[in-house]
């Protein structure tokens, strides 16, 4: 098959790590016969360099004309005192809300040769396999009324607000059953329906459509349980759904679960193009050495694959391909342990590809 997917490299380590990204695609073009198409756009720092603006107009209509976008991170200390709309970030967010992708994943997924990184103990962590899907264009993010209002007592006040509509909650929740139904079958909602009115028709509604996913099982979890739950005992979580707020606090919490930022990905999804990227910034303090970690840019692609492209065996080929270089004992530096081999970041994208050509 044929894919025409849109790249970014961005800024710092951004293109080294993209770089092994786009090797390993390859990789996996050559095993199953595809053709990868790379259209390169600008956003973040470069773009500014090369146009003026950290998102110029041709970018987002160029991603939209493509299957995938496979975007490394973008910023650095060059651009921090322009003025925040000018800044890197802002091409980011720009991007992210021209996609309308109203679904955020990130895997938690223990690489077992890696365990002694995490801060729990070796027990709980092994095995882990869990991914969030939080809700991303809703929520207490965006409610209104929103602002600091001056009351008649002239006393400030600051007012979020919480606010669900019922067609919000069910499309991020349709998503989260369907992923739930490619793997072990298996959802936990997370809410605070015991307080929240807003939480209590995200309840009804999870309910209302889990009748037609009757092989997926689902539980219902309170927010401030499901972040007690999440380092007792991990290996209970297959599927996590949950509103803006709850998912991005307990996706902070899972990813560190599993060790080093320079390891995880995620996606963004539910718009007209998904949107996959590493969890980790630019990294200007390492860039140019050769010494970034890829591997979080490689999951990326991987999930390009499986979210965005719908190549699930592709996918799996990518990751057991990084797992089988972990296994062999080769590492970067950000992840080095005694007795291990120490790599660069090509040399780490190398064996990756080789591992997939041989797989
Ligand atoms: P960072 O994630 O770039 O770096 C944090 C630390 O982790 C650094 O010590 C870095 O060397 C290390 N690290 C990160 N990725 C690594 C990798 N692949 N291999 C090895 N080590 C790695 O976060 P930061 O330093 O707070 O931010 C740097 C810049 O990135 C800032 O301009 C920030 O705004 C931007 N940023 C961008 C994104 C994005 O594009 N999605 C996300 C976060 C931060």
Wanted: aromatic share 6%; proline share 4%; hydrophobic share 40%.
């Amino acid at each position: 098959m044929e894919f025409n997917i849109s790249i970014m490299k961005g800024d710092g380590i951004g293109p080294e790590i993209m770089k092994e990204g786009i090797k390993v695609l390859d990789a996996i073009g050559e095993k199953f016969n595809h053709k990868f198409n790379y259209i390169e756009v600008y956003a973040g720092g470069c773009a500014i360099d090369k146009f003026g603006t950290p998102l110029p107009e041709e970018t987002i209509k160029r991603i939209l004309e493509t299957d995938a976008l496979l975007f490394s991170s973008v910023g650095g200390p060059k651009w921090e005192n322009l003025p925040h709309d000018k800044k890197p970030e802002a091409g980011l967010l720009g991007i992210r809300k021209a996609l309308n992708a109203f679904a955020n994943l990130r895997p938690a997924k223990a690489f077992n040769e890696l365990i002694d990184a995490s801060t729990l103990k070796r027990e709980v962590v092994k095995d882990i396999d869990i991914i969030i899907v939080r809700e991303l264009i809703g929520g207490i993010y965006f409610g209104k009324p929103k602002g600091i209002f001056n009351l008649p007592n002239g006393e400030k006040i600051g007012i979020n607000t919480l606010s669900y509509r019922k067609s919000e909650i069910e499309r991020i929740v349709r998503l989260a059953f369907d992923i739930a139904r490619k793997r072990r079958k298996k959802l936990t909602s997370i809410d605070k329906a015991n307080i929240l009115e807003s939480s209590q028709l995200w309840r009804d509604t999870v309910n209302e459509v889990s009748k037609e996913y009757t092989d997926v099982e689902v539980n219902h979890m309170y927010v401030d349980n499901a972040a007690m739950q999440l380092v007792r005992y991990p290996k209970q979580f297959d599927v996590i759904v949950a509103g803006n707020i709850f998912g991005d606090i307990l996706s902070d919490e899972a990813s560190m679960l599993t060790g080093s930022i320079g390891m995880l990905p995620s996606a963004s999804i539910g718009g007209p193009v998904g949107m996959f990227e590493p969890v980790h910034g630019s990294a200007p303090d390492i860039a140019g050495r050769g010494i970034a970690n890829p591997i979080a840019q490689i999951e990326a692609a991987a999930m390009m694959l499986r979210y965005g492209l719908n190549r699930e065996l592709e996918a799996q080929t990518v990751e057991r391909a990084v797992e089988f270089v972990l296994e062999k004992g080769y590492r970067t530096p950000d992840i080095m342990s005694a007795g291990k081999k120490q790599i660069n970041t090509q040399k780490m994208g190398d064996l990756i590809a080789e591992a997939i050509i041989r797989a």
